[in-house]
């Protein structure tokens, strides 16, 4: 039988996915990969991200597979050598780090004239910011480095030998999305313009090579675009959310406007002329996984729990910004900080689980109203898996959603790759959900006025973080 395999090297885990020819799974191998947090930086041991992606293509193995697609998490700096070695521990795009450089650039004008140029919100773990304090703080890395790659980039770079990254990964920060090259002027306004060497060649179409079985392999484009893909989402106005560690609204267009407030993400396509209006949000998933550790709760209680109390978590709010490095979708603002309101001694573990999970909902929302979403909207990511949580995503955002399961992101990776070898695969097929979930309208309803408390809190929370010059803080 002729196979596909698609591999996604997640934040947290890598997989591969072997398909069929109508989009079946036939296995899915997965190995976890570790994340050094501490002090509001985040890394991740190369060597370990590139060996998990080696054991788990020999699990699956070669036989039968006509080509793979690789596709992985994007934005961090992956500091390599000329043969792709590490030169450094990656830094992830979770990292907090060059928060300071943000808020310099966010007060001299630099912030919104890159994002003027390219459409790309920068935010304190993409490359502009972190290459620009590694040459502040450790100069001698970058000496040392041959390329500033991204997560996919290296790994395909190790598999091939091929140093090349595509256009989605590079359109944060330095792609002209015009063009679909580095704009020397981007480069110039960051200060970067003596490190315009680490940055990788663009490959577009994105670049193919084979891996040492023989199978051919084409690296790109980045988690997010593929996820795209991989859901059916390609016609301006239908959008995605992926509920996964990271929380990200997609939006296809053919428009580009780069006008309004400076957020989120215009990520270039393979098609040119074709973009996706990205808001990602720094915590989706994470953001549970936080409380229902804190309060002892294992997930596959979760469905019950938010069974257990109603709409509103009676009266418990939150502000589900957890990450350390603040939020960069729809707007960016590091310094801010989650926000816990309305508890009290009668609260109870599932009250502050469905406030999470809510709060999260309206997140959602928020990104999705950014991000231009008017057509059809699929869900994907770890967060499916419940089905509460689902229906609440459905009354939130007031809309069906189409529950999109299977490897997502793998599918992309295989269906990017399929256009790049020219095989005809049957997208329909291969991008068909699994469920619809509808709102209920007196839910809808309700959840369309807490939406807009929502946003009122939001920004007071907004103006303390700017204003005292320390993360916000309500308990």
Same mark, same amino acid.
């Given at each position: 039988?002729?196979?596909?395999?698609?591999?996604?090297?997640?934040?947290?885990?890598?997989?591969?996915?072997?398909?069929?020819?109508?989009?079946?799974?036939?296995?899915?191998?997965?190995?976890?990969?570790?994340?050094?947090?501490?002090?509001? &930086?985040?890394?991740?041991?190369?060597?370990?991200?590139?060996?998990?992606?080696?054991?788990?293509?020999?699990?699956?193995?070669?036989?039968?597979?006509?080509?793979?697609?690789?596709?992985?998490?994007?934005?961090?700096?992956?500091?390599?050598?000329?043969?792709?070695?590490?030169?450094? &521990?990656?830094?992830?795009?979770?990292?907090?780090?060059?928060?300071?450089?943000?808020?310099?650039?966010?007060?001299?004008?630099?912030?919104?004239?890159? $994002?003027?140029?390219?459409?790309?919100?920068?935010?304190?773990?993409?490359?502009?910011?972190?290459?620009?304090?590694?040459?502040?703080?450790?100069?001698?890395?970058?000496?040392?480095?041959?390329?500033?790659?991204?997560?996919?980039?290296?790994?395909?770079?190790?598999?091939?030998?091929?140093?090349?990254?595509?256009?989605?990964?590079?359109?944060?920060?330095?792609?002209?999305?015009?063009?679909?090259? $580095?704009?020397?002027?981007?480069?110039?306004?960051?200060?970067?313009?003596?490190?315009?060497?680490?940055?990788?060649?663009?490959?577009?179409?994105?670049?193919?090579?084979?891996?040492?079985?023989?199978?051919?392999?084409?690296?790109?484009?980045?988690?997010?675009?593929?996820?795209?893909?991989?859901?059916?989402?390609?016609?301006?106005?239908?959008?995605?959310?992926?509920?996964?560690?990271?929380?990200?609204?997609?939006?296809? /267009?053919?428009?580009?406007?780069?006008?309004?407030?400076?957020?989120?993400?215009?990520?270039?396509?393979?098609?040119?002329?074709?973009?996706?209006?990205?808001?990602?949000?720094?915590?989706?998933?994470?953001?549970?996984?936080?409380?229902?550790?804190?309060?002892?709760?294992?997930?596959?209680?979760?469905?019950?729990?938010?069974?257990?109390?109603?709409?509103?978590?009676?009266?418990?709010?939150?502000?589900? $910004?957890?990450?350390?490095?603040?939020?960069?979708?729809?707007?960016?603002?590091?310094?801010?900080?989650?926000?816990?309101?309305?508890?009290?001694?009668?609260?109870?573990?599932?009250?502050?689980?469905?406030?999470?999970?809510?709060?999260?909902?309206?997140?959602?929302?928020?990104?999705?109203?950014?991000?231009?979403?008017?057509?059809?909207?699929?869900?994907?990511?770890?967060?499916?898996?419940?089905?509460?949580?689902?229906?609440?995503?459905?009354?939130?955002?007031?809309?069906?959603?189409?529950?999109?399961?299977?490897?997502?992101?793998?599918?992309?990776?295989?269906?990017?790759?399929?256009?790049?070898?020219?095989?005809?695969?049957?997208?329909?097929?291969?991008?068909?959900?699994?469920?619809?979930?509808?709102?209920?309208?007196?839910?809808?309803?309700?959840?369309?006025?807490?939406?807009?408390?929502?946003?009122?809190?939001?920004?007071?929370?907004?103006?303390?973080?700017? /204003?005292?010059?320390?993360?916000?803080?309500?308990?």
């Amino acid at each position: 039988m002729t196979r596909y395999v698609g591999i996604d090297v997640g934040t947290s885990l890598v997989k591969a996915a072997a398909f069929d020819a109508r989009g079946r799974t036939l296995a899915v191998e997965s190995r976890p990969v570790g994340l050094d947090i501490r002090g509001g &930086r985040v890394e991740q041991d190369m060597d370990e991200v590139y060996g998990a992606v080696r054991e788990v293509l020999a699990a699956l193995g070669p036989d039968g597979v006509a080509f793979a697609g690789l596709t992985g998490q994007g934005d961090g700096v992956w500091l390599v050598d000329a043969a792709g070695r590490p030169v450094r &521990r990656a830094i992830s795009w979770m990292d907090g780090r060059a928060h300071e450089v943000v808020d310099g650039w966010l007060a001299s004008g630099v912030f919104e004239e890159v $994002y003027r140029a390219t459409g790309s919100a920068m935010f304190p773990g993409c490359p502009g910011p972190v290459l620009a304090w590694l040459d502040r703080h450790e100069p001698a890395a970058l000496d040392a480095a041959a390329t500033a790659l991204y997560c996919k980039d290296m790994v395909f770079q190790r598999l091939t030998g091929v140093r090349a990254t595509d256009v989605s990964d590079a359109s944060m920060p330095f792609l002209d999305p015009v063009t679909r090259a $580095y704009s020397p002027g981007v480069l110039a306004a960051l200060g970067l313009t003596h490190r315009a060497g680490l940055l990788p060649p663009v490959s577009d179409p994105v670049a193919t090579a084979r891996l040492p079985t023989g199978v051919p392999l084409a690296n790109g484009p980045y988690d997010l675009p593929a996820s795209a893909l991989g859901a059916g989402v390609t016609r301006p106005g239908d959008g995605l959310l992926i509920v996964g560690t990271c929380l990200a609204a997609l939006v296809a /267009t053919d428009r580009l406007d780069l006008s309004g407030e400076p957020a989120g993400l215009h990520i270039s396509t393979d098609r040119p002329g074709h973009w996706l209006r990205a808001m990602p949000a720094m915590v989706g998933t994470a953001a549970l996984d936080w409380v229902l550790a804190t309060t002892g709760v294992r997930h596959r209680q979760l469905d019950a729990l938010l069974d257990a109390t109603p709409p509103g978590a009676r009266g418990v709010r939150v502000l589900p $910004y957890f990450a350390p490095s603040g939020e960069r979708a729809p707007f960016v603002e590091p310094r801010l900080r989650a926000e816990l309101t309305g508890v009290s001694l009668e609260s109870t573990p599932a009250d502050l689980i469905r406030a999470v999970c809510e709060g999260i909902g309206f997140a959602a929302r928020h990104c999705l109203e950014a991000a231009g979403l008017t057509g059809t909207l699929a869900l994907c990511g770890g967060g499916t898996r419940s089905p509460a949580w689902m229906r609440l995503f459905a009354d939130v955002l007031g809309r069906p959603v189409r529950i999109v399961e299977g490897e997502v992101g793998a599918r992309g990776a295989v269906l990017a790759a399929a256009g790049r070898f020219g095989a005809e695969l049957d997208t329909a097929s291969w991008t068909a959900p699994t469920a619809v979930v509808t709102p209920d309208p007196r839910r809808a309803a309700f959840y369309a006025t807490v939406y807009e408390d929502h946003l009122a809190r939001l920004t007071d929370a907004r103006t303390r973080a700017r /204003t005292t010059g320390s993360p916000s803080v309500a308990l």
